[in-house]
């Protein structure tokens, strides 16, 4: 009986190993995805917050101009609330992210993103 070489037993072996840690490695793949869409629209609900309470320091009508400069930023995803305080507005941006991500989704529940900024009135 001829010999055979070593590690001859080992045949396949990095394929099977492959084969079980491909589908962690794709899982994991999709949550830092999902991370990556989650943070974008936390930056997005902040500048919408900061952008709208700038809007609404310097118009005569701050309820509406947060409303459109917020709408406009992210669109009807979002619900903006607008508070006057004396000489300060602050406008709060609330949206929900839904993880929308393949599998991901299925193991995870929607995020909720809030954005907040105040900003002294100036007469317009």
Do not use: K, W, Y
């Not at 070593?6 to 995805?33: I, N, W």
């Amino acid at each position: 009986m001829p010999r055979r070489p070593r590690g001859h037993r080992d045949r396949g072996q990095s394929t099977v190993e492959l084969a079980l840690a491909l589908p962690l490695v794709c899982l994991l793949m999709l949550a830092v995805v999902q991370l990556a869409v989650v943070l974008r629209d936390q930056f997005s609900a902040i500048e919408a917050a900061r952008v709208a309470a700038r809007a609404a320091a310097v118009s005569a009508d701050p309820q509406s101009a947060a409303s459109t400069t917020a709408m406009g930023i992210i669109g009807a995803r979002g619900r903006v609330s607008v508070a006057e305080d004396g000489d300060v507005v602050t406008v709060l941006v609330d949206l929900v992210n839904g993880t929308d991500v393949p599998l991901i989704g299925l193991l995870l529940p929607d995020v909720e993103i809030r954005g907040r900024a105040s900003m002294i009135f100036e007469p317009p």
